[in-house]
């Protein structure tokens, strides 16, 4: 189904939006990084959510686009963690989870199987909506 922040001093601002990825899956993880290249954004990628919360705490990230299901700690887990540490970025579940996961962390759902231009396409939507 497809559905529709400050810096601080230790925190480094990359040029353009940054968006991390986290996804236990390599393949997806690589063909994040190519659509979101692809359309200008610089993109840090990470293999479970201990990485992607370390990521997040040295790179000011303006959109966060996770999996649900990764070993650890699920992805709406780390929504709720992420929104924690920086309540003004916009997290994007991007998961074949079915059903959607009902969590206020998550700003958009997003269905693998819709696609990677759909993503691109969300990750635009939710930046043209976030605050600066």
């Keep these: ?10 925190i480094t601002r ?3 939006a940054a968006i991390l990825c986290v996804d ?3 393949n997806m993880l690589i063909i994040c990084r190519a659509m979101l290249e692809a359309s200008g954004y610089q ?3 990470a293999s479970d959510a201990a990485a992607g919360l370390a990521l997040l705490k040295h790179y000011a990230i303006d959109v966060a686009v996770i999996d649900n299901q990764m070993p650890g700690m699920t992805g709406t887990e780390l929504a709720r ?3 924690r540490e920086r309540k003004n970025v916009p997290v994007l579940m991007f998961s074949d989870s079915d059903p959607e996961p009902a969590s206020t962390a998550i700003d958009f759902y997003l269905n693998k199987k819709c696609g990677p231009r759909a993503l ?4 635009a939507a939710l930046l043209a909506k976030a605050p600066r």
Excluded at 1 to 10: K, N, R, Y
Excluded at 120 to 123: G, L, P, R
């Design 1 to 10: 189904m497809c559905c529709a922040l400050s810096p601080t001093s230790e």
């Design 14 to 16: 990359p040029a353009g």
């Design 24 to 26: 236990d899956s390599e």
């Design 43 to 45: 993109v840090f990628t």
């Design 81 to 83: 963690q992420i929104k």
């Design 120 to 123: 691109s396409d969300a990750v």
